[in-house]
């Protein structure tokens, strides 16, 4: 049997999870100076919800053919990114247009992600057992600030993100590039997430798959613990 000497973890979903959209309505208008009653917020918030506004949030309830295309390419360049989910958000009509932009960038603020209960600990124990960690998501940003915000940065080795190369799960190449990153052949590397058609591709390169569920934090107190008991 093959020992997994090396962890690959998606991150919304994973080891974090993103606010709830009233929650990130109320501080975009926060940060924009912008007014609006409880019940406008609340509708507001509900609709963008819908729309698929929230990067790391529900899906599109319906997708505008408009923004189809950049749907299917939004992770593999940050103005892709950028592009589809202000566009999601503008069909929902808001007090001031900078609110869009606004909106877009409370998504990446480290304030706006919550980690896991068990996110630290667990990548703590790997780091002291030296199983090498590394973090690989389909996203549109550096989330590398948020990490550290958070406190898990020291204890991640490496951080693959697909913009920075193109790739998107579940292209089998940005599991191979991850395994490489860890310097470790793919039958030793452990791939950790939430989708299982996007990270559960790691085992098209011979990677194991352990899934788990998106739920909210306070509701998956010790989601991430299995991984200890699959890495020696």
């Given at each position: 049997?093959?020992?997994?000497?090396?962890?690959?973890?998606?991150?919304?979903?994973?080891?974090?999870?993103?606010?709830?959209?009233?929650?990130?309505?109320?501080?975009?208008?926060?940060?924009?100076?912008?007014?609006?009653?409880?019940?406008?917020?609340?509708?507001?918030?509900?609709?963008?919800?819908?729309?698929?506004?929230?990067?790391?949030?529900?899906?599109?309830?319906?997708?505008?053919?408009?923004?189809?295309?950049?749907?299917?390419?939004?992770?593999?360049?940050?103005r892709h990114h950028?592009a589809l989910y202000?566009?999601?958000?503008?069909?929902?009509?808001?007090?001031?247009?900078?609110?869009?932009?606004?909106?877009?960038?409370?998504?990446?603020?480290?304030?706006?992600?919550?980690?896991?209960?068990?996110?630290?600990?667990?990548?703590?124990?790997?780091?002291?057992?030296?199983?090498?960690?590394?973090?690989?998501?389909?996203?549109?940003?550096?989330?590398?600030?948020?990490?550290?915000?958070?406190?898990?940065?020291?204890?991640?080795?490496?951080?693959?993100?697909?913009?920075?190369?193109?790739?998107?799960?579940?292209?089998?190449?940005?599991?191979?590039?991850?395994?490489?990153?860890?310097?470790?052949?793919?039958?030793?590397?452990?791939?950790?997430?939430?989708?299982?058609?996007?990270?559960?591709?790691?085992?098209?390169?011979?990677?194991?798959?352990?899934?788990?569920?998106?739920?909210?934090?306070?509701?998956?107190?010790?989601?991430?613990?299995?991984?200890l008991d699959l890495?020696?």
């Amino acid at each position: 049997m093959t020992v997994i000497e090396g962890v690959l973890f998606d991150f919304s979903g994973t080891l974090l999870r993103i606010e709830s959209a009233e929650s990130w309505l109320r501080a975009a208008l926060t940060a924009s100076g912008t007014a609006m009653d409880d019940a406008e917020l609340v509708r507001s918030a509900a609709a963008l919800e819908r729309a698929g506004a929230l990067p790391g949030g529900s899906p599109p309830v319906e997708l505008p053919a408009a923004l189809a295309g950049l749907w299917e390419i939004r992770d593999r360049d940050a103005r892709h990114h950028r592009a589809l989910y202000t566009g999601l958000a503008r069909q929902v009509p808001l007090p001031d247009p900078e609110l869009y932009d606004a909106l877009y960038e409370r998504s990446r603020a480290a304030a706006a992600w919550q980690p896991y209960p068990d996110a630290a600990e667990v990548l703590a124990e790997l780091h002291r057992r030296g199983v090498r960690t590394g973090v690989l998501s389909n996203i549109g940003w550096d989330l590398r600030p948020v990490l550290r915000a958070h406190g898990l940065a020291g204890h991640v080795d490496r951080c693959v993100l697909s913009y920075e190369h193109g790739l998107q799960k579940p292209d089998p190449r940005l599991f191979t590039l991850g395994c490489r990153e860890l310097g470790l052949d793919p039958s030793a590397v452990l791939m950790v997430g939430d989708d299982r058609r996007a990270d559960g591709g790691a085992t098209a390169v011979g990677c194991s798959f352990l899934p788990v569920d998106p739920l909210p934090v306070d509701r998956r107190p010790d989601g991430l613990r299995p991984v200890l008991d699959l890495v020696g």
